[in-house]
């Protein structure tokens, strides 16, 4: 067994030479979302409902293609994945059909991410719970399971789908994420956490639907773990870490009338039915429903529709046949009809809703519930038991433990649940950047004050101004940690999602090469992450197929820092070496054996053009893109992510953060003994912002050098710096560039060769 690589200690990553490492991770990668048989992005309708007939095997991306991308990562100065993954990619076949295929070929990627010294964490991934509810996670088999027809959701809007939209193309933004609030969601997460308390008649096997469904996810998650044991030379020297199941949701549990929206649900956009409404559409009952949409000031409401199934139902008809799947089902569980009909809560006869607050305590005791305790209650016995399954391999492994987004966490501090190996793992984004697709410089909101109570009114929570805007993104995160810390106890804190939207302002960066705005975005979110205290973060998302057109390929999302039409930050190529002289070791893509890709960013040649990715930055294919979205291709806002941080701190990080503006990286520390000669604190320092012969450093005591090399795996320049005891401080000055504007030609070809010519010695 290899020797922990990161350990935890009062609250804090320490590597095995006992120093403080800061995660500066990338979500990786967002192609795992969805089949590569059949190719299916979320658009695609062509045979939708044939999940039965899919398979994962090159998500997220293919064996020969892992050198670039991970080689890409470590130039960008990534030191930490989350790896992305279905439940889907593992179990789509049926329950308990493992994808044997898809499990080795993670596990191959996986051993191609050692050599360049990424820590990984598995992430599986969900969103709305399954690619048929309008999301990403859970197999088709699942909502089968409970008795639902995912044919029946685009007439009822059980559930909102991209590709059954009656126009894919003009799906509205950011509205997958309302499913949350419909029909299918819903019942589904009602039934994972709590049916044994709220679906007591839904038997399948001989077991509740909760323990059904729960059981097969995790034992799904167990036999991977087990196969990643099993090769031998991924625990705790690749993979440090398991993260629970993504963004989970409590359904209706706690809901307390479910003839009114709850005043938690934040976000209303398109039809916005109570879950009495989605109950009666779900079971084909027409219904006249508000609509609200998102403007200059927030949600409002824009009007009233009505939503006419049409006798339609998203319940599985009475005599479907779902024996294939090799299930039994209590015949005290009726098809064909509305599962909380059957459980009291309405009246189909006569359309009447006879139990408003059905959800608000446990039926069978009366216990009072609400969200807290839904969190306490339910999503704790489920982390449990998971925690269990994947420590039984993985004994050692960190857990990052996410409760429910934006919710008060878990209180476990000094309960046997307070792990000692445990991290806390929220998520936040800018919702207003997000849901608008617009970098507002004027007036933002402190959404997490407004949902903790903070503001006699919501009024007050409002901030104007930029710099007021920068300083509310931190206040919040910094919040949100110390929220952690109060409730769970002292563990790092790791925000494992936050992102921006790149198709801000009806794409007109992709029509004119200025991301300005994406860029100011960027800077202000990663100004708040690190001033935040937080462990670390993993920033949402690469995708290897991004392109102008559709963005993300899933549900009109564009949060990837890569695009097949975009270019990377000019950076200089691979330096020569002893072990790499030859011009074939400067070509992004040519091969020699044993040779890892290094410098994607070199010029593609006539002779490696047939070689390149499949993806390549600048494609020579012809593309059925508009011409306006490709004919200023920019750098993506790179400037804004591709930023100095401490990799890893000879005693304590007290603080550190990159002004972007001014281009000046500082740092403090604080050093309980001398480090020794071989173990520096060590700051990524990208040669864009900082070439190593126009900085400037200023340190309060010891020596420092600078230095380019092509140690694990990928070619980074990195400040190393010798200090003695007590608290010190750096101060790193770099070159100043145009604001958040890509580069023009001569400034680019400038920047080239002052690259070209730098020597890497030392300072």
Known sequence: MAPLRLTIEKGEFRDSQGRHVTLRGINMAADAKYPSKPDQPSHIADDFFDGDNVDFHQRPFAVDEAHIHFSRLKRWGYNTIRYIFTWEAIEWAGPGKYDEEWIRHTIELLRLARDYGFYIFMDPHQDVWSRFSGGSGAPMWTLYACGLNPQGFA?????????????????????????????????????FYAGRDFTPKCIIDGKNIQDYINDHFIAAMGHLARRMHEAGDLEDDIVIGWETLNEPNRGLIGHQDISKIPPEQQLQKGTSPTAWQAILTGSGRACEIDTWDFGGLGP????????????????????????????????????????????????????????????????????????????????????RKYRDTIRKWHKDCILFCQPPVLEIPPSIKGTVDDDPKMVYAPHYYDGITLITKKWNRYWNVDVFGVLRGRYMS????????????????????????????????????????????????????????????????????????????????????????????????????????????????????????????????????????????????ATVTPGNLKKSL?????????????????????????????????????????????????????????????????????????EFHFPKDKCEVEVTSGKWSISTDDSDGGIIQKLRWWHVEGEHSIKITGVQRRQNMALGKEEEEGYLDQCQQTKCSIM
């Not at 193309?169 to 994420?177: C, D, E, L, N, R």
Request: negative net charge; charged residues 20%; hydrophobic residues 35%.
């Open 614 to 686: 499949r993806t390549p930055s600048i494609s020579s294919e012809q593309s059925n893109t508009p011409p306006e979205l490709t004919n200023a291709p920019g750098f993506r806002a790179a400037e804004a992510y591709v930023r100095p941080s401490p990799i890893a701190t000879v005693g304590k990080l007290v603080e550190s953060g990159f002004d972007l503006r001014n281009c000046v990286f500082t740092m403090k520390l604080f050093a309980a003994k001398s480090g020794v000669e071989d173990t520096p604190t060590e700051i990524f320092l990208p």
């Open 155 to 191: 007439a009822t809007e059980a559930a909102l789908v991209h590709n059954t939209y009656p126009d894919p193309a003009t799906f509205p933004k950011m509205i997958w994420s309302t499913n949350y609030a419909r029909m299918a969601n819903q019942l589904i997460w009602t039934m």
């Open 300 to 383: 409002y409401k824009s009007g009233r529709v009505l939503v006419d199934p049409q006798g339609v139902s998203a319940w599985l008809p009475a005599d479907y046949d779902d024996s294939r799947y090799g299930w039994k089902r209590d015949p005290g569980w009726k098809l064909g009809e509305c599962v909380w009909a059957q459980h009291g809560v309405w009246d189909p006869k006569t359309d009447t809703l006879l139990k408003k607050d059905y959800f608000s305590c446990i039926p069978s005791t009366g216990e009072k519930l609400d969200y807290e305790e839904f969190t306490n209650k339910y999503f704790m016995a489920h982390y």
């Open 458 to 601: 919501p009024a007050f929570a409002v901030k104007l101004g930029e710099t007021a805007i920068r300083n509310c993104f931190k206040d919040q995160l910094t919040a949100i940690r110390k929220e952690g810390e109060k409730y769970m106890g002292l563990h790092p804190c790791v925000m494992t999602e936050f992102g921006i939207p790149y198709d801000m302002d009806d794409k007109y960066a992709y029509k004119t090469g200025d991301y300005s705005s994406q860029s100011a975005a960027m800077d202000a979110n990663h100004f708040a992450a690190e001033g935040s205290g937080m462990a670390g973060y993993t920033l949402w998302v690469y995708m290897c197929q991004n392109n102008h057109q559709r963005g993300d390929q899933w549900n009109g999302e564009d949060l990837s820092i890569f695009s097949t039409d975009d270019r990377p930050l000019p950076l200089s190529p691979l330096p020569p070496s002893p072990t790499n002289v030859s011009s074939a070791s400067l070509i992004p893509n040519a091969r020699s054996p044993g040779k890892k890709e290094f410098s994607d960013e």
